[in-house]
C-alpha cells in the first residue's frame, strides 16, 4: 500500500525541479544575458605609401594615322597595295586615269606657245617703234619735220611698251597654267606620305573617287604607324581636374589581360564630350591621351583598354581603410535659444534656433570596450586606404567594420566588442 504514494511522490518531485529548471533558464536568458557591446572589427593605424588613382577606359590607336584622300578626281586603274601591307614614305599606292589631264597639259602648252609667239611679235614691234621715235627725234631737232609727226611717234612707241608688256604678262599666265595642269597630272599618282602599314583599304581598282580641290575628297586609304601607340581614354568631369601631362598610367588591354603596359599622359582636352544631353543619364566625359611607352607587336587599332592614371603620390604616411572614414553632422545652438518668443518676435535680424556645422570627417577608435569619435583631416586615397594628414598620432586601433556600425550604429562613447580577426579566419577555413 505504501508503493503508490512513493510513485507519486516521486512525480512531484521530478516536475519539481524540471519546473525550477525552466524557471532558472528563463530568469538567465531575461537577466542573466550581459550587454556586450555592438561587434565591430578593427586594425591598428600604420602608415603606408599610396598613390592615388583615375581609372577610365578606352580604345588603342595609333598616333599617328594618316588619311589619303587624292587631290585630283577620276577613275582608280592602278592599286598597288593591300591591306595590312608594310610601306615606306614615298612608295607608289595608286594611280587615277591621266587622261583628261594629259588634255589639258597639252593644251595649256599650245596656250604657252601661242603667248610665246605673240610676245615675240610684240618684241619686234617695239624694237621697231623704238628705232622710229630716236629717228624722228633726230630730226625735230634739226627742224626738218613737224611737231605732229614727233608727236605719232612717241604715241607709237607707247603702243608698242604696252602690247609687249601684255604679251609678257600672258606668257606668265600661260606658264602657271602649264604648271598647274603638270601638277594635276602629277598627282594622279599617289605615294606615300609617311612609313607605315596600310591600316585600312577602303576602295577598289576601277572605282571613281572625287579630288580635295573640289570638295571634302574621298578616303581611299589610311596608313598608320603601329610603333607609336596611345590610348585614347574618356575622364570623367569630377575626375578630370586631377589630372596632368606627364602623369604615369597602368594601361591594360582586354585581349592581353595578362600584361600590364606603361603609359604617359600626353594630351588633355578642354572641350567636353557630354552624352545623353538633357537627360537624367547625361554624362560629361573629357578626351584623353596616353602615350604607350612599351607597346606591344600584336596591337591592333581599336583594341578595348583600360587605363589607371596616378595623379598623386605620398610615401609613408598614417592612413586607415577607407571605409573607417565616415562624415557626422553635428548641430550647435544659437546664441539666442534662451530667449522668449516675445524677444525674438522683436528681433526679426536674430539667428534661427539651431544652425548646422560643416560635416566633419571622423573615425572611430577602439579603446576600453568603446568607441570613441576623432575628428581627422584626410589627404589622397587610392582603392583600399585614405591618407590622415592630422587627427591621430598612430598607435590608435580604429575600427573597421561594419559598414551599418560606422555609418548608423557607432557614438563616441558607444560599447563595441572587437571581433578576433583570427577566430573569423579559422571559422571561415573550416566551413571550406
Given at each position: 500500500?505504501?508503493?503508490?504514494?512513493?510513485?507519486?511522490k516521486?512525480?512531484?518531485?521530478?516536475i519539481?525541479?524540471l519546473?525550477?529548471?525552466?524557471?532558472?533558464?528563463?530568469?538567465?536568458?531575461?537577466?542573466?544575458?550581459?550587454?556586450?557591446?555592438i561587434?565591430?572589427n578593427?586594425?591598428?593605424?600604420?602608415?603606408?605609401?599610396?598613390?592615388?588613382?583615375v581609372t577610365?577606359?578606352?580604345k588603342?590607336?595609333?598616333?599617328?594615322?594618316?588619311?589619303i584622300?587624292p587631290?585630283?578626281?577620276?577613275e582608280?586603274?592602278?592599286?598597288?597595295v593591300v591591306?595590312?601591307?608594310?610601306v615606306?614614305k614615298?612608295?607608289?599606292?595608286?594611280?587615277?586615269?591621266?587622261d583628261?589631264?594629259?588634255?589639258?597639259?597639252?593644251?595649256s602648252?599650245?596656250?604657252l606657245?601661242?603667248?610665246?609667239s605673240?610676245s615675240?611679235?610684240?618684241?619686234?614691234?617695239?624694237?621697231k617703234?623704238?628705232k622710229?621715235l630716236k629717228r624722228?627725234?633726230?630730226?625735230?631737232?634739226?627742224?626738218?619735220?613737224?611737231?605732229?609727226?614727233?608727236e605719232?611717234?612717241k604715241t607709237?612707241?607707247q603702243?608698242?611698251?604696252?602690247?609687249?608688256?601684255?604679251?609678257?604678262?600672258?606668257i606668265k599666265?600661260s606658264k602657271a597654267?602649264?604648271?598647274?595642269?603638270?601638277e594635276?597630272?602629277?598627282?594622279t599618282?599617289i605615294?606615300?606620305?609617311?612609313?607605315?602599314?596600310?591600316?585600312s583599304?577602303?576602295i577598289e581598282k576601277?572605282?571613281?573617287v572625287v579630288?580635295?580641290?573640289?570638295?571634302a575628297?574621298?578616303e581611299?586609304?589610311?596608313?598608320?604607324d603601329?610603333?607609336?601607340?596611345e590610348?585614347?581614354?574618356?575622364v570623367?568631369?569630377n575626375d578630370?581636374?586631377n589630372?596632368?601631362i606627364?602623369?604615369?598610367?597602368?594601361i591594360?588591354?582586354?585581349?592581353?589581360k595578362t600584361?600590364?603596359f606603361v603609359?604617359?599622359?600626353?594630351?588633355?582636352?578642354?572641350?567636353?564630350?557630354?552624352?545623353?544631353?538633357?537627360?537624367q543619364?547625361?554624362v560629361t566625359?573629357?578626351?584623353?591621351k596616353i602615350?604607350?611607352?612599351?607597346?606591344?607587336?600584336?596591337?591592333r587599332?581599336?583594341?578595348?583598354a583600360?587605363?589607371?592614371?596616378?595623379?598623386?603620390?605620398?610615401?609613408?604616411?598614417?592612413?586607415?581603410?577607407?571605409?573607417?572614414?565616415?562624415i557626422?553632422?553635428?548641430v550647435?545652438?544659437?546664441?539666442n535659444e534662451?530667449?522668449n518668443?516675445?524677444?525674438?518676435?522683436e528681433?526679426?535680424?536674430?539667428?534661427?534656433?539651431?544652425?548646422?556645422?560643416?560635416?566633419?570627417?571622423i573615425?572611430f577608435?577602439?579603446e576600453?570596450?568603446?568607441?570613441?569619435t576623432?575628428?581627422?583631416?584626410?589627404g589622397?586615397?587610392?582603392?583600399?586606404?585614405?591618407?590622415?594628414?592630422?587627427?591621430?598620432?598612430?598607435?590608435?586601433?580604429?575600427?573597421t567594420?561594419s559598414?551599418?556600425a560606422?555609418?548608423?550604429e557607432?557614438?563616441?562613447?558607444?560599447?563595441?566588442?572587437v571581433?578576433?580577426?583570427?577566430?573569423?579566419?579559422?571559422?571561415?577555413?573550416?566551413?571550406?
Amino acid at each position: 500500500m505504501a508503493q503508490p504514494n512513493g510513485s507519486k511522490k516521486k512525480k512531484i518531485i521530478i516536475i519539481s525541479i524540471l519546473l525550477v529548471v525552466v524557471l532558472a533558464s528563463i530568469l538567465f536568458a531575461v537577466f542573466g544575458k550581459k550587454d556586450k557591446g555592438i561587434l565591430v572589427n578593427a586594425e591598428q593605424v600604420s602608415k603606408r605609401d599610396i598613390t592615388q588613382i583615375v581609372t577610365a577606359s578606352g580604345k588603342i590607336y595609333p598616333e599617328i594615322e594618316v588619311k589619303i584622300s587624292p587631290d585630283v578626281s577620276g577613275e582608280v586603274i592602278e592599286l598597288a597595295v593591300v591591306e595590312g601591307q608594310v610601306v615606306k614614305k614615298g612608295q607608289f599606292l595608286a594611280r587615277i586615269k591621266p587622261d583628261f589631264y594629259k588634255f589639258q597639259m597639252e593644251q595649256s602648252a599650245a596656250g604657252l606657245t601661242s603667248a610665246q609667239s605673240q610676245s615675240n611679235s610684240a618684241q619686234a614691234q617695239f624694237e621697231k617703234a623704238e628705232k622710229e621715235l630716236k629717228r624722228v627725234q633726230e630730226m625735230a631737232n634739226k627742224n626738218l619735220i613737224s611737231a605732229s609727226e614727233l608727236e605719232t611717234a612717241k604715241t607709237n612707241f607707247q603702243v608698242a611698251q604696252q602690247t609687249l608688256n601684255a604679251s609678257q604678262a600672258d606668257i606668265k599666265r600661260s606658264k602657271a597654267t602649264v604648271d598647274q595642269a603638270q601638277e594635276s597630272l602629277n598627282k594622279t599618282s599617289i605615294f606615300s606620305p609617311i612609313d607605315g602599314i596600310i591600316s585600312s583599304l577602303l576602295i577598289e581598282k576601277g572605282e571613281r573617287v572625287v579630288g580635295t580641290s573640289q570638295f571634302a575628297g574621298t578616303e581611299i586609304m589610311r596608313i598608320a604607324d603601329f610603333s607609336k601607340m596611345e590610348v585614347r581614354v574618356d575622364v570623367n568631369e569630377n575626375d578630370v581636374v586631377n589630372v596632368s601631362i606627364g602623369d604615369t598610367a597602368r594601361i591594360t588591354v582586354d585581349a592581353m589581360k595578362t600584361k600590364v603596359f606603361v603609359g604617359l599622359v600626353t594630351e588633355i582636352a578642354h572641350t567636353p564630350v557630354t552624352k545623353g544631353l538633357g537627360s537624367q543619364e547625361e554624362v560629361t566625359n573629357f578626351p584623353v591621351k596616353i602615350k604607350i611607352v612599351n607597346p606591344d607587336k600584336e596591337f591592333r587599332s581599336g583594341l578595348s583598354a583600360t587605363a589607371d592614371i596616378e595623379t598623386d603620390m605620398v610615401n609613408d604616411v598614417l592612413s586607415v581603410p577607407i571605409q573607417s572614414v565616415t562624415i557626422r553632422r553635428e548641430v550647435k545652438k544659437a546664441e539666442n535659444e534662451g530667449e522668449n518668443k516675445e524677444d525674438n518676435q522683436e528681433k526679426p535680424e536674430a539667428k534661427p534656433a539651431k544652425a548646422l556645422k560643416e560635416p566633419a570627417k571622423i573615425v572611430f577608435i577602439a579603446e576600453n570596450g568603446v568607441a570613441k569619435t576623432v575628428e581627422v583631416t584626410t589627404g589622397i586615397s587610392d582603392d583600399r586606404f585614405i591618407e590622415i594628414k592630422s587627427g591621430l598620432k598612430g598607435t590608435e586601433q580604429v575600427i573597421t567594420g561594419s559598414y551599418r556600425a560606422i555609418s548608423r550604429e557607432l557614438n563616441d562613447q558607444s560599447k563595441i566588442q572587437v571581433e578576433d580577426p583570427n577566430k573569423k579566419k579559422s571559422a571561415t577555413e573550416v566551413k571550406e
